[in-house]
Each structure stands twice: as C-alpha cells, then as structure tokens.
C-alpha cells in the first residue's frame, strides 16, 4: 500500500495529467470530444481522491472545536484560488493561447502535490486515531 499521504500526492499528479490529454485532442469534432470526455473522467475520477483523503486526515488530526473554522477556511481559500484562477487562465489565454495556457495550468495543478510529495505528508501511512492524537 502507498499509505494516505503518498496516495494523496499521486492522486493529485494523475488527476492534472488528466488535463494533458486535452493537448493531445485532435482538431476534428468527434476524436476531440471524445478526449474531452476522457480527459474530464480521468481528471475528475483521480480529482476526488485527494480531497476525500485531505478531509479525513483533517478531521483525524484537529479537535472538534476548530473543524468547522478550519473547513470554512479552506472553502473560503479554495474558492478564492478558483476565482483568480478563472482570472489569471483567461488572461493567459488571450496572451498565450489555448494549448500554451493548458501547459501553464499542467504545471499549476502539479504544484501542490510536489509540495506534498516533498513535506512530511509522504510519510503518512494510516490516517491516526483520536486517541492517538487528542490524548483521549
């Protein structure tokens, strides 16, 4: 087994390679669009995996009291990022172009599982217990 951490990592990398297939569609309607299926399946299918696992490993490891401030803070965060995103990725569009921008976005999308693979959340393994980490 990987262990949460690693799996956390790996599903994030696999779910921005989902992207890159999109670089690979071809111009005509049909091979494009069934691309743009695959890429949206894999993407999302190895998408979820991180954030299912991020939320256990939170729940596990706060207290009780400030999980609702922690969740409301990365919603908050998260939505932010998204909006900017938004942003940031039409400009790049206009300025760069389609498949330029993609490539950019690849990278992006890399960033937090490298971050992860690097710190100590590759050596989670199993998500603690409460007891294990409350002191209760």
């Known amino acids: 087994r990987l262990g949460a951490g690693l799996t956390i990592c790996l599903s994030g990398a696999l779910s921005a390679r989902g992207v890159l297939i999109l670089l690979l569609a071809p111009p005509e309607p049909a091979p494009a669009m069934t691309a743009l299926v695959v890429s949206q399946v894999l993407g999302d299918a190895f998408g979820v995996i991180p954030l299912i696992l991020a939320v256990s ?65 590759r050596q989670v393994r199993v998500m603690p217990a409460d007891d294990e980490v409350r002191g209760t």
Do not use: C, D, K, M
């Not at 922690?70 to 998260?78: E, K, L, P, Q």
């Not at 900017?84 to 389609?98: D, N, P, V």
């Not at 330029?100 to 710190?119: D, M, Q």
């Open 57 to 121: 490993l939170r729940q596990s490891l706060l207290a009780n009291t400030v999980l609702g401030r922690v969740g409301a803070t990365f919603s908050a965060v998260g939505g932010g990022a998204a909006v900017a995103g938004a942003l940031i990725g039409g400009a790049l569009g206009q300025t760069l172009g389609l498949r330029e921008t993609l490539i950019v976005a690849i990278g992006g999308l890399l960033v937090g599982p490298a971050i992860g693979a690097l710190s100590p959340l």
